[in-house]
């Protein structure tokens, strides 16, 4: 039974969420028009960039970490297409960012991701889907690969808080290397998603939680040495708990269902550990879900890449790409079975989904529009 | 010797109407064929019906740490008996379910002749014509018998006792990785030729100072228990696993390895293992496919092969086909069409 107490301070939360979502911060996003990962890229990259003021004032004399998005086994394709055109971020669009980056001055840059079960090193995963990690090495001064789906290198787990106090978790531990950096990106792939709607820039951090704590084999006191398996049990289904090292949930009697708690945990990530740059690559990609272990998925060809410095105004742009409204709620495509999470974003004061206020550089939406629900 | 090959039929009566050939034998009585010879062959009681392994209801694959469904299968049993005893051929005497599939069956003569074994044929009215063509296409292609495997690493270990059940489970999974392997005896320096890595499976002491010179000139011995160190081109690696756990032995053979030295790789191919092999020549190759789910692939699968071959056909009991090839990180990637129980990649310099 709620509470008169319960029910005030409840409309008391959605006040300030409210307050805070009017109060979001906005910044500029672009948008290039890129039909292939050939040699107009490097131009395309670097207008792109230039839309949201360069990289220089962004990198220079930093050390930058970049999560891609290096979704479900390497073994595993859509079809016939190698997984840099379908569900994976395409390593010609890390290593151009990595290049321009380095022009523009990064100290040091490291490449992160949380791959499938596995404490191997990203390059092995990589060269699994037959990429050759060595291009990516050599794109610029000083590289490293980081799997952080564990421990990794350091001798703890990086607690991150969320600010103004989280939605699922009021902090989360991650690998070290989302601490330890001046700036984060994320580069992510265009697509919808199964449970989230859309999968882009905010949802690419969804595999920042490393599955030693958050994984279905995670240890139940302390986190398991190695990962194993997915974050279906502990972060989609709310199962099973965290490793009870790690902090836990706010609300244990919130609803266990993905739709709802997955965008959550997204919209804390992405508070905890703010994205300095979003990349949106989709000149390539796939539609009717994130992966192809999703029926009904094919290929996709939208042609375009956005950027923004600020994450849920980089998204909502792209959502808007896609042929969707950022401002739509569950049970509107493509949020029919979940919540938005640019929304939830919003209400942590993370950025704004209002187009009407988002300066769009380069290319329009109306330009690029591509309606992926069609594709 | 393609005469000298036994094929046997498991038939205790009098012989079924029709044509049994290449069948040259009879398994366990029956008359109408010489009896097979059971001293002159390796007959394992270690072999399994080649399946996906079921969970106990059967309803669903089980499946190993990576997410990959573990397989019945013996080509590591064959390749092991036969480099023990080349003298004998190998059978597999394995019995089908009462409700295996004909493809089950094609299943089971790929499992064994793939690796130069044979498989105790069962004879059903329903699936004869497919099992005959099976074995019929392995005995064209006898030669293949002979061909070596290519390999990223020998497995180096006398392949009894201890060192059976740690060296065939270790074979077993590396194919399950697609690792390319060869085997050598503890000692046969020869064994090494054109291998860049060695891992010691046997119970015995390493002769250290005999492998030095090869490790010095460039390659790599793995094995439990060593320290890791440089010596000269080469690396001594001592692996962080244990034989308890011979799935954690393998993940580090293959991370030691790295995937650079992959032979080939596989998408959408959870359920197949691969043997691929070359001629003494070095002009041609084939490369297995042995799906052990045995349905038609409803997805598509792709291989990626190391060496870039001019060309390459994919050979069926049924037919074969040209296959368009792209040259990809040095080798070749290949989009195969859906694959039943088995097919074979011809390759041609």
Known sequence: ?375 | MAQSFRLPLRWPGSLPAGDLSPVNCLYGGGEGLPALPEAEVQIPKRAQWPSVRMNRQGAAAESGPTGAPWVNANGWLVRMLRFRDPGRQVVLDTKPAAAASPAAYVLAVADAMAYGGAWVATYARESWPQVRAAMRFFMAHSEWRDWKPVSAVAVIGDFTGLDEANGGECMNLLARRQVGYSLAAPGDLHALAGVGAAMWVSGREIPMEKYLPWVRGGGTLMAIGLASRAEGSGRVVGLDASWKDVYGVVAAIHLALTRKTDVLRLWNAGSFNSFYQVAPDGKRGVAHLINYSTNRSSDDTSIWIARPWRSAMLSSFEKQTSLKTMPVNGGIEIPLPPLGAYAAIELEA
């Open chain 1, 1 to 375: 039974m709620i509470t008169r107490r319960d029910f005030l301070a409840g409309a008391a939360t959605a006040a300030m969420m409210q307050q805070r979502a009017a109060a979001a911060p906005i910044a500029p996003v672009a948008i290039q028009r890129c039909r292939t990962y050939g040699h107009g890229l490097e131009p395309t990259m670097r207008r792109l960039f230039d839309g949201i003021g360069g990289l220089k004032r962004i990198v220079n004399n930093k050390t930058v970490a970049i999560k891609v998005n290096l979704t479900g086994r390497p073994s595993q394709r859509l079809g016939h297409t190698p997984a840099e055109l379908a569900h994976w971020t395409h390593p010609r669009i890390i290593g151009m960012t990595l290049h321009l980056m380095n022009e523009a001055g990064a100290k040091r840059i490291r490449i992160l991701e949380s791959p499938w079960s596995t404490t191997d090193p990203l390059e092995e995963y990589m060269m699994e889907a037959n990429w050759d990690p060595g291009l990516i090495l050599s794109a610029a001064k000083k590289v490293e690969f980081e799997n952080t789906n564990f421990l990794g290198n350091a001798k703890d787990y990086s607690r991150l808080k969320v600010p103004n106090g989280g939605h699922m978790f009021a902090a989360y531990d991650l690998n070290h290397s989302y601490a330890d950096c001046d700036v984060f990106v994320s580069i992510a792939k265009l697509k919808e998603h199964a449970t989230a709607g859309v999968t882009l820039s905010m949802k690419n951090c969804f595999g920042i939680t490393p599955c030693t704590i958050y994984g279905d084999g995670a240890g139940e006191k302390e986190p398991s040495r190695a990962p194993f398996g997915g974050r279906g049990s502990v972060i989609h289904a709310g199962s099973r708990k965290p490793s009870l090292s790690a902090p836990q949930e706010l609300h244990p009697d919130s609803p266990r269902q993905g739709g709802y708690r997955v965008p959550r945990v997204v919209a804390d990530l992405v508070a905890a550990r703010p994205i300095d740059l979003a990349i949106i690559e989709g000149v390539e990609s796939m539609a009717g879900g994130e992966g192809p272990w999703i029926r009904g998925t094919r290929r996709c060809s939208p042609g375009v890449i956005i950027a923004g410095t600020n994450p849920v105004c980089t998204d909502a742009v792209a959502t808007a790409v896609l042929g969707f409204d950022p401002k739509a709620m569950r049970g509107t495509p493509p949020f029919e079975n979940c919540d938005n999470t640019m929304a939830l974003a919003e209400q942590l004061g993370v950025g704004s989904r209002d187009l009407s206020k988002i300066e769009v550089a380069g290319a329009q939406i109306a330009d690029v529009r591509y309606e992926i629900r069609k594709a």
